[in-house]
């Protein structure tokens, strides 16, 4: 875990390229993170464009977890809140390559999300998983607290339902 470094992502060319394989790679092997396989690669690439635009206007912080010059993880923190939730922030897509799962890549991008967003002044993170394979018992080792599940709420990436956990944590 020594190597990987973490950092706020921009929109370019190869940052884009490169959370693009990262996300097509995680719905073929059925992380659920709103896509279904197969995941076509330019709108995997749509999609972080969009994504990377909102981040440099403010309204979210995408995270990269590198090892070396390899993208290997992300997080994104969601900081466009309703006016009467200024206080709060959301974890979204977050996924490890499979090559560097079970190395402390996503508890790291963890912690640091929830670095950037006591900077920011909120005091609530709220997400949501899977409940089949989901990340539930990572965000609860990290101190999430479960706060409810609603069944058959998405379909998984290689069809079927499955329900959603929703997580919150009050930052100190």
């Known amino acids: 875990m020594s190597d990987i470094t973490i950092h706020p992502l921009g929109l370019n060319a190869a940052t884009v390229d490169a ?18 396989h197969p995941f076509a690669l330019e709108d995997a690439r749509a999609f972080w464009r969009g994504s990377l635009t909102a981040a440099d206007e403010g309204q979210r912080i995408v995270l990269g977890a590198f090892d070396g010059g390899m993208l290997v993880g992300t997080l994104t923190l969601l900081l466009d809140c309703p006016p009467n939730q200024p206080h709060r922030a959301e974890f979204a897509k977050m996924m490890t390559r499979p090559s560097h799962r079970g190395r402390g890549v996503a508890t790291a991008l963890i912690r640091a999300a929830e670095q950037i967003a006591r900077a920011k002044g909120r005091t609530l993170i709220v997400l949501d998983t899977a409940s089949d394979g989901g990340a539930g018992p990572l965000y609860e080792r990290c101190g999430f607290r479960l706060a409810g599940e609603i069944p058959n709420y998405a379909l998984k990436p290689h069809g079927g339902y499955t329900g959603t956990l929703y997580y919150y944590k009050e930052l100190a």
């Open 19 to 36: 959370l693009a394989a990262l996300i097509v790679e995680t719905v073929a092997g059925g992380g659920s993170v709103s896509f279904m």
